[in-house]
């Protein structure tokens, strides 16, 4: 009898426990995912004489990351540049809208523009820089700028000139000036130092003529730090208020010299002219507005524009106008040439633009220079004089 139940002809089964013991067969491999056999020196000779492998190339810098770095040093250029611009240079102009509401003559000088020309460097410049005669005058400049805050003529960003009537002026500085600080800090160095002819009068301070008869000038500042200086207290005053009115002047606001001057400016330039020029005002009668640009540089150049008076053709007052500045010629060629005004009117061109005359010409360079050197020599004289007859310092006790 056999021993077990299986037959002799079926094949033997595997039990459960040789299932578990025996191992899994090992998957086979992807021939594109094996790794790559080890190179092999081929060369002959014992492994101890071969030379040491070179170490691998330093790779050369990307493209892209060339870009980005030359984006990353531009952008912190840009900031750095923002900065400046923002923390340090960055100026609202403010003094256009102190401009007095029956202004008929307006001129803005842009600081920035006029310290790059040529001759407002060598001539007016150096005035700033020039040692004062005494000690008394160093001291009282240091405690001027001491008790207002102001660091003349670093913070001063533009000057704005104006007059209601050719008698009554004003001008207007306006930049990084401290606010509410200037009236009282002039007025107590005059206190200190024991200035005669001055006196504060509410919110501006007066500086009286030699005779204490009338103000020689009335110094006052607005509420947005734009500081006031005019002629009289009647002007200062209606210049504190910031308004909208410069805007129907029409002044250009790009220039580092701009003007404009209304119908009224014109009918009183040609009441004054009447008796000497008669042409001449006849023309002016004819105009009612005009605003121009004095660009600086190398070949100045003057650019005005006329707006004729109601009933006049622009092309007839530009006709007109070309003639007059050609009698204009004959007239000064007889006078001395101040500022290359001679030169300018030579070239003078008057022609009609649209609805308005457009008047061009260029200035000539050595006549503003030649004419610098004559301001600068009249305010170097002027504050010498100011200076030798201000009152000394206060004694020390």
Excluded at 127 to 136: F, G, I, V
Excluded at 275 to 285: D, E, G, K, W
Aim: proline share 10%; net charge negative; charged share 20%.
């Amino acid at each position: 009898m056999p021993d077990t139940l299986i037959e002799e002809d079926e094949p033997i089964r595997p039990t459960v426990t040789d299932d578990a013991a025996a191992p899994a067969p090992a998957p086979a491999g992807d021939p594109a995912q094996a790794p790559a056999a080890a190179p092999t020196d081929a060369r002959p000779g014992p492994p101890g004489d071969r030379p040491p492998a070179a170490p691998p190339r330093p790779r050369p810098p990307s493209i892209a990351a060339c870009l980005v770095g030359a984006i990353a040093l531009l952008a912190l250029l840009a900031g750095a540049a923002l900065g400046v611009y923002f923390f340090f240079w960055r100026y609202e102009p403010t003094a256009l809208r102190h401009i007095p509401g029956d202004a008929n003559i307006v001129v803005r000088l842009e600081a920035a523009e006029l310290a790059l020309f040529g001759p407002v460097r060598r001539h007016f410049l150096p005035l700033l820089d020039e040692a004062a005669p005494d000690a008394s005058r160093a001291s009282r400049k240091a405690r001027i700028e001491a008790a207002t805050g102001l660091d003349f003529p670093s913070d001063l960003r533009e000057i704005v000139i104006a007059s209601t009537d050719a008698s009554s002026w004003v001008a207007l500085a306006g930049g990084r000036i401290p606010k509410g600080r200037f009236v009282a800090g002039l007025e107590k160095v005059a206190r200190d130092e024991g200035w005669t002819g001055v006196r504060r009068e509410g919110e501006l301070l007066v500086v009286l003529d030699v005779k204490g008869a009338r103000p020689r000038a009335v110094i006052g500042q607005a509420d947005d730090g734009t500081l006031v200086l005019g002629t009289d207290v009647e002007i200062v005053s209606a210049a504190l208020p910031a308004s909208d009115e410069w805007q129907r002047l029409d002044l250009p606001e790009q220039g580092a010299v701009t003007f404009a001057l209304t119908g009224a400016a014109w009918s009183g330039a040609a009441g004054a002219v009447s008796a000497v020029l008669p042409r001449a005002a006849a023309l002016f009668r004819r105009v009612a507005h005009a605003s121009g640009t004095l660009t600086l540089g190398a070949e100045p150049e003057l650019a005005m524009r006329l707006s004729p008076a109601a009933g006049e053709a622009a092309a007839a007052l530009a006709s007109d106008a070309q003639a007059l500045l050609g009698n204009l010629k004959l007239t000064l060629a007889v006078v001395p040439d101040v500022a290359g005004e001679k030169a300018a009117l030579e070239g003078a061109q008057a022609a009609a633009q649209g609805d308005r005359v457009e008047i061009r010409t260029r200035w000539p360079h050595e006549g503003l220079d030649r004419a610098c050197a004559d301001l600068a020599r009249r305010a170097r004289a002027a504050r010498d004089a100011a200076g030798n007859g201000a009152p000394a310092a206060p004694a020390p006790p």
